[in-house]
């Protein structure tokens, strides 16, 4: 079994924000989270540069981590931890929606991926402090 804690983050994005969002600035950050919404992608007629650069600023790219315990199975919550880049131009993520995020490990041990998915918790899916954001994939 996982005797080791192991951190995992990813590059998310926080949707149907009430114009608090921002347009990500060029960064490392936004190329990975293109990239990841590229891959997630199922619908192809949206335009992922006109979605994250909207003058209604409903989208925020946020980074997302997580210290998965030992002994964690697949389906038992873990707490996550969503914060926003320091240039981050979004004022608040209140009332938004957590995109499926990827989360990896970043050592050379190989990659262990979780999904978070931002509809789980009592509040319908919006971001509310002490809701179950992650399960063990």
Not at 14 to 40: D, H
Not at 44 to 49: L, P
């Amino acid at each position: 079994g996982n005797t080791d804690s192991l951190t995992v983050s990813g590059v998310g994005l926080v949707f149907n924000l009430p114009g608090t969002g921002s347009s990500p600035a060029p960064s490392g950050w936004r190329t990975m989270l293109e990239n990841n919404l590229r891959k997630l992608k199922r619908d192809q007629t949206v335009n992922i540069k006109e979605y994250l650069d909207g003058p209604g600023r409903t989208t925020s790219l946020v980074i997302v981590s997580a210290v998965i315990p030992p002994g964690v199975r697949k389906g038992d919550p873990i707490d996550v931890q969503v914060t926003l880049p320091e240039d981050s131009k979004t004022t608040s993520l209140q009332g938004g929606e957590l995109f499926p995020t990827e989360l990896m490990t970043f050592d050379s041990t190989g990659n262990i991926a979780a999904q978070v998915r931002g509809a789980a918790g009592g509040s319908g899916g919006s971001l509310a402090l002490g809701d179950v954001w992650a399960k063990a994939e």
